[in-house]
């Protein structure tokens, strides 16, 4: 069983959709309670640090996600929920949850040239391997494109733990990964058939089931 985080600061509807369609069952909720069963744990995420910060205190999640990540659990950050999982973010100037080592920092503080491009990365990227990928990349051949929409970048302690990137201006991780933790900074719900197969090979136990 999948469990997916509503903390009021998630793309939820694209993510069930995709785990609909791919016939994998799922628990959604606001109550970390409810998911404490779950296999595996998605953590998407839109919008400002600060704020989903701010959010997943009030729930509670942020001490869940803190322990499930510590007892090698399977987890998917997404897009924000990518971002949050590191140490600190330049959005809102937050502590964040610390699950990895590094920070989250604006473009235009990376950029050697940011007048050359836009403000945010809108739009479909192709992804080149790293590190030897990740597991969850399994079946998507590589410069495959996916779907992108954030002004914010990872920026690991640790650049082993980048699994794959694109080049916007400057090398955007496009995927991380470090034991049980993967996140994307795409949208793999939205990206077509390659994005539903980073969904499938991280809920595959379900589709087994």
């Given at each position: 069983?999948?469990?997916?985080?509503?903390?009021?600061?998630?793309?939820?509807?694209?993510?069930?959709?995709?785990?609909?369609?791919?016939?994998?069952?799922?628990?959604?909720?606001?109550?970390?309670?409810?998911?404490?069963?779950?296999?595996?744990?998605?953590?998407?995420?839109?919008?400002?640090?600060?704020?989903?910060?701010?959010?997943?205190s009030a729930t509670g999640f942020d001490g869940f996600l803190?322990?499930?990540?510590?007892?090698?659990?399977?987890?998917?950050?997404?897009?924000?929920?990518?971002?949050?999982?590191?140490?600190?973010?330049?959005?809102?100037?937050?502590?964040?949850?610390?699950?990895?080592?590094?920070?989250?920092?604006?473009?235009?503080?990376?950029?050697?040239?940011?007048?050359?491009?836009?403000?945010?990365?809108?739009?479909?990227?192709?992804?080149?391997?790293?590190?030897?990928?990740?597991?969850?990349?399994?079946?998507?051949?590589?410069?495959?494109?996916?779907?992108?929409?954030?002004?914010?970048?990872?920026?690991?302690?640790?650049?082993?733990?980048?699994?794959?990137?694109?080049?916007?201006?400057?090398?955007?991780?496009?995927?991380?990964?470090?034991?049980?933790?993967?996140?994307?900074?795409?949208?793999?719900?939205?990206?077509?058939?390659?994005?539903?197969?980073?969904?499938?090979?991280?809920?595959?136990?379900?589709?087994?089931?």
């Amino acid at each position: 069983m999948t469990g997916i985080v509503d903390y009021n600061a998630g793309n939820i509807k694209s993510v069930e959709r995709a785990l609909a369609f791919l016939d994998a069952p799922y628990v959604l909720s606001k109550n970390p309670k409810d998911l404490e069963k779950c296999d595996r744990i998605v953590f998407p995420g839109v919008g400002e640090a600060k704020y989903a910060m701010e959010q997943l205190s009030a729930t509670g999640f942020d001490g869940f996600l803190k322990d499930w990540a510590a007892a090698g659990k399977p987890l998917l950050g997404i897009c924000l929920g990518s971002q949050i999982i590191f140490e600190h973010s330049e959005e809102g100037d937050v502590d964040c949850l610390g699950i990895l080592k590094g920070e989250i920092r604006h473009f235009s503080s990376v950029w050697k040239k940011p007048d050359l491009l836009k403000i945010p990365e809108m739009g479909w990227n192709d992804l080149s391997y790293m590190n030897g990928g990740s597991p969850l990349l399994a079946g998507v051949p590589e410069h495959s494109d996916f779907y992108f929409v954030h002004s914010y970048l990872i920026q690991p302690t640790d650049p082993s733990i980048i699994k794959a990137a694109v080049d916007y201006g400057c090398l955007v991780p496009a995927c991380v990964a470090s034991g049980s933790v993967t996140a994307f900074q795409f949208h793999p719900e939205k990206s077509g058939k390659w994005g539903l197969k980073i969904l499938e090979n991280f809920v595959k136990g379900d589709l087994n089931a």
